[in-house]
């Protein structure tokens, strides 16, 4: 009975053993299964992480390109910026030059007109003056003729007694000096009648010289334009190949007639107590070479064998700071000097 009872235990204990071995087998069979359940999830954390990670450098790349490409386009817009300031500058300065032209061909014009107004002024005061001598003339042959007529009433009433060829004598006398005082009118009439017609003559000469002048400088204004816009490419070049010493400037320009330069002609520099002359070439340009900066200068055009009108009569530097281009002088028309004859 004692054995039957531990054989009974003994199976008990086995028996428990085993459903405990069943019990740690099926725990362990539920955590292995938790933990691929785990490794799965850290797996597809991880790869997401990865994902996000790849994502974020690719953001970090494209916003680092962005960045760039922004960075450029900036650079780029401060360029043309530049570019459109300098253009700016260009246009600013050719627009004063055109202006400063424009007032000096006006003020020219404003005295041409000043000066046929005084012209005029004077021929019709000239007018008025030998209307008033012809009336005055008038009016002293009148009272002249009036005196003579009294004269004679008195001399008649006087002289009524004697004899009628003493009478007939003065008669013949006082004829004969009314002819001469008619005579001296109608010469006096005649002289102021041709004085009159050789002023409208002038005044007609002038109106039809300054008629030309104008249409001259209109023409040259056109011309001045013209020549301005293609010299400033030419002096941008040549300033780009010029090399400036330090402290050193140079004035250069053109003596021009119409569009054409004047050969041989000679161009005056004075500075303080100094006096320099230069000529310009064939093609009617001088230069004039190591100015001192911060020098006073006064440049002039000197009359040659032909006298011209120019314009500007001079050019004037006070402190000179840099290079002067397109310092030109424009000759206006020859200046013809004529004597007037003597109509007495």
Known sequence: QAKLEEAKAEKERIKAEKEEALRLAKEEKERAKEEAKEQARLALELKKMEAEEKAMALAEEKERKETEKQAKIEEAKAEKERIKAEKEEQLRLAREEKERRL??????????????????????????????????????????????AEEKARVLAEEKEKKEAENQAKIEEAKAEKERIAAE??????????????QLRLAKEEKERLKSEKEEQKRL???????????????????????KKKGKFFIQGRILKSKYGLKGVQVRLLLENEEKIYLT?????????????????????????????????????????????????????????????DTK
Do not use: H
């Open 103 to 148: 007032a000096e061909m006006k003020a020219r014009l404003e005295e041409a007109k000043a000066e046929k107004e005084e012209e005029l002024r004077l021929a019709k005061e000239e007018k008025e003056k030998a209307k008033q001598e012809s009336a005055d003339q008038a009016r002293l042959a009148l009272e002249l003729k009036k005196m003579e």
């Open 185 to 198: 009118k109608q010469a006096k009439l005649e002289e102021a009648k041709a004085e009159k017609e050789e």
């Open 221 to 243: 204004a056109k011309e001045i334009e013209k020549e301005k816009e293609d010299r400033i490419e030419e002096a941008k070049a040549l300033l780009m190949k010029q090399n």
């Open 281 to 341: 070439d064939k093609n009617g340009y001088y230069k004039i070479s190591d100015l001192e900066e911060g020098g006073n200068y006064l440049v002039t055009v000197l009359s040659g064998k032909e006298v011209y009108n120019l314009s500007p009569k001079s050019r004037t530097y006070k402190n000179l700071s840099k290079n002067m281009t397109d310092q030109n002088f424009y000759a206006i028309e020859k200046i013809i000097v004529t004597k007037r004859k």
